[in-house]
C-alpha cells in the first residue's frame, strides 16, 4: 500500500538559514550568554535605584517586511551595554547583528515609496555601517546612504569588518580609561565651574 505525503510538505525542500542568519544565531547566542550575568546585574541595579519599570525602555520599531516589533533596551549606555541588552532580539531574528538602523512607524511613514525599498529586505541591526563611520559626523542624510550602500552589497565579509569595528571602539575607550587611571567626565555631569571637591 503506497502511502502518500502529504500536501503541505510535497515538493517543498527546508529553507537552510543564510550565512548571515547563521552567523547571527551562533554568534548573538555566545555573546548574550557571556554578557547575560552583566545585563542581569544592570538591570537589578536601574530597578533598585529607580523603581519597578525604570531597568527597561521599550520602543515600537520597524523590522524586515514591514513586520513591528518592540525594542526593548536597557536604561544604560555603560560599557555598551544598552546594545548588549539587544541581543534576544537578535537570536529572535527581529534584528541582526550588522544592518540598518531600525526605523521608528513615524519614520517608516515619512520615507518616499520607491518601486523598490531596500529597508524591507533587510533586518535592522545592533549596528551598522553608518554607526562605526560615526554618524554624529556627518550631513543629515549621509547615514541613510551609507545604509543604502549596505543594503546593495553586504556580504559576510562585510559583517566582520563591521563587527571588528563596532567592538575596536569600546574597547579603546575602556583601555584608554584604564591607562589615565580615571574615567572622562560624561555629559551629565552638571557640576558649576569653579566648582571643587572637599580635600
Known amino acids: 500500500m503506497q502511502t502518500r505525503t502529504p500536501r503541505s510538505t510535497r515538493g517543498r ?10 552567523l547571527d544565531l551562533t554568534l548573538g547566542t555566545t555573546l548574550l550568554l557571556l554578557a547575560a550575568p552583566l545585563i ?25 517586511g514591514g513586520r513591528p516589533f518592540t525594542l526593548r533596551s536597557l536604561r544604560t549606555r555603560r560599557l555598551r551595554l544598552h546594545v548588549l541588552s539587544r541581543l534576544p532580539h537578535v537570536v529572535r531574528g527581529e534584528l541582526s547583528l ?8 513615524a ?10 525599498d531596500w529597508r524591507l529586505e533587510l533586518r535592522p541591526g545592533l549596528t551598522g555601517l553608518a554607526q562605526v563611520r560615526h554618524r554624529s559626523a556627518m550631513p543629515w542624510d ?12 553586504h556580504r559576510l565579509r562585510l559583517d566582520l ?3 571588528v569595528r563596532a567592538a575596536g571602539g569600546p574597547l579603546r575607550e575602556t583601555a584608554a580609561r584604564l591607562r589615565h587611571g580615571k574615567a572622562r567626565l560624561s555629559d551629565t555631569d552638571h557640576r558649576l565651574p569653579g566648582y571643587r571637591t572637599a580635600e
Not at 542581569?40 to 524586515?64: C, F, K, M
Not at 549621509?142 to 552589497?153: N, V
Open 40 to 64: 542581569a546585574a544592570a538591570a537589578l541595579a536601574l530597578a533598585v535605584r529607580g523603581g519597578p519599570g525604570s531597568a527597561w525602555t521599550h520602543a515600537p520599531r520597524i523590522g524586515a
Open 142 to 153: 549621509a547615514a541613510d546612504l551609507l545604509d543604502q550602500h549596505y543594503a546593495e552589497h
Open 107 to 116: 519614520e517608516a511613514l515619512g520615507r518616499r515609496t520607491d518601486a523598490r
Open 13 to 22: 525542500t527546508p529553507r537552510l538559514p543564510s550565512a548571515k542568519r547563521t
Open 161 to 163: 569588518a563591521i563587527l
Open 98 to 105: 550588522v544592518g540598518p538602523a531600525p526605523l521608528t512607524p
